[in-house]
């Protein structure tokens, strides 16, 4: 493990909200299944229907995410996401194809989380794979209930 990536995990641990409720002992054992990644402007996460199964924290930059249309070739940005957010979530806790594409518009830092890793932390620790669900779960939740704000906004 490398000092970097646990002092990445440590800063977030400070100012982002969806590791507020790790303890340094948490850290300590989560930064080993976190992997860094850069993602250059105009690149792609991942396409919507793609079946990659990981989670991706910004410590960096911005990830717009769209959803495929009716209309050929057409998508409509469903969320715009920058420092301290989570993506792709929902592939992670319900083992489907990615609903929606993730396109970087700002160079990011990434710390990933793959499907894999987080089943090991569940199998070998699972107090802390239930907190690293309810995060999960927490912001899947704050999410859902903003898409709702919005839909009523529109009516």
């Known amino acids: 493990m490398t000092d970097s990536r646990q002092s990445i995990c440590r800063r977030m641990k400070r100012n982002f909200q969806f590791f507020s409720f790790l303890n340094d002992q948490?850290?300590?054992?989560?930064?080993?299944f976190f992997h860094c990644r850069q993602a250059p402007a105009g690149s792609i996460l991942w396409k919507e229907g793609d079946e990659e199964?990981?989670?991706?924290?910004?410590?960096?930059?911005?990830?717009?995410?769209?959803?495929?249309?009716?209309?050929?070739?057409?998508?409509?940005?469903?969320?715009?996401?920058?420092?301290?957010?989570?993506?792709?979530?929902?592939?992670?806790?319900?083992?489907?194809?990615?609903?929606?594409?993730?396109?970087?518009?700002e160079a990011a830092d990434l710390l990933t989380l793959d499907r894999e890793d987080l089943e090991t932390i569940i199998r070998e620790n699972p107090e802390l794979g239930s907190k690293l669900l309810k995060g999960m779960l927490a912001a899947v939740s704050l999410r859902l209930r903003k898409s709702f704000d919005r839909l009523a906004s529109i009516f």
């Open 26 to 32: 948490d850290i300590e054992v989560l930064s080993p």
């Open 53 to 105: 199964d990981y989670v991706a924290f910004i410590i960096s930059g911005r990830i717009e995410v769209r959803k495929a249309t009716e209309f050929k070739e057409k998508q409509v940005v469903v969320g715009l996401y920058g420092k301290g957010s989570i993506v792709g979530e929902l592939c992670i806790l319900n083992n489907v194809q990615r609903a929606v594409s993730a396109v970087v518009i």
